[in-house]
């Protein structure tokens, strides 16, 4: 069984006194597995964000389901939401989410805090991650006294301390400049290649070509994806260039709707 499981998804938005319908997901399909690195990319109002926020549990498809190891998450009573996210989930956000009123040390702690952790059980499990993230020094300092690469390096840390099933990422490469991007971007292999599950929505073709497999999400629906295979990530940047273009013009006889490649083994 999947990891995670994204089945025959719709989600419609209706305008106030229901004049007008906008469907932003239109009959998603796709898994993950344990283990995986999954990035999933498209342009501006192609379903992206909607799609995340219902992975996340933060919104509620129109139709269909998202199960998280066999648990669907429409099922989940709302007063029990907030507990899912925090055991189940770990978030990354492109803007950081840290509060300026707390140590980096108390942010990454917060959702241990709200678990009702143990100290002692917090403090064994942050040594580790601040040390294998280089913020082991700074976790005494507030988020305005640190960079960005460093901020969002304890936003990971936060985010792996609560041992999460799977890390969703939103553009977390987004307010980073390319040095810390890149940073950040070999962090997340490294701790994928341990066996922490991603899934990571990003405009970045840099941020994606790190990935186990890219899904292309075009008018609410996934039209299109590539897998690593044994590709390099330089391939993967010339792989997903080419298909965003392809994406993005939809010229007839180039790509068929759905369609995927790049498996180990294919071209």
């Not at 089945?7 to 344990?34: C, D, H």
């Not at 108390?106 to 709200?114: K, R, T």
């Amino acid at each position: 069984m999947a990891l995670l499981e994204v089945k025959n998804v719709k989600k419609v938005y209706t305008a106030r006194f229901g004049a007008v319908k906008v469907q932003a997901l239109n009959n998603v399909n796709f898994s993950v597995e344990n283990g995986e690195y999954v990035a999933i990319m498209g342009e501006s109002g192609s379903g992206k964000t909607t799609l995340l926020n219902i992975l996340a549990s933060l919104d509620k498809a129109t139709s269909g389901q998202v199960l998280l190891n066999g648990k669907n998450l429409s099922e989940i009573k709302p007063k029990e939401l907030c507990a899912f996210r925090r055991n189940h989930l770990g978030f990354v956000f492109q803007d950081f989410n840290l509060l300026d009123t707390l140590s980096l040390r108390d942010n990454i702690f917060l959702p241990l805090v709200l678990a009702g952790t143990d100290y002692k059980e917090m403090e064994r499990r942050l040594q580790p991650l601040a040390i294998k993230l280089a913020i082991d020094n700074l976790l005494e300092k507030y988020p305005y006294e640190v960079s960005g690469g460093q901020k969002q390096r304890a936003a990971v840390c936060r985010a792996l301390i609560t041992r999460p099933e799977i890390i969703l990422a939103d553009e977390p490469t987004g307010a980073l400049d390319s040095k810390a991007s890149g940073r950040l971007l070999r962090l997340f292999a490294e701790i994928n290649r341990e066996g922490q599950t991603i899934l990571m929505v990003t405009h970045s073709i840099q941020a994606a070509s790190h990935a186990g497999r890219i899904l292309f999400i075009k008018d609410g629906a996934v039209f299109h994806q590539i897998y690593r295979g044994n590709r390099t990530d330089d391939e993967m940047y010339k792989m997903i260039s080419d298909a965003l273009t392809i994406v993005q013009t939809n010229r007839n006889g180039s790509m068929d709707s759905k369609e995927s490649y790049g498996r180990e083994g294919e071209q």
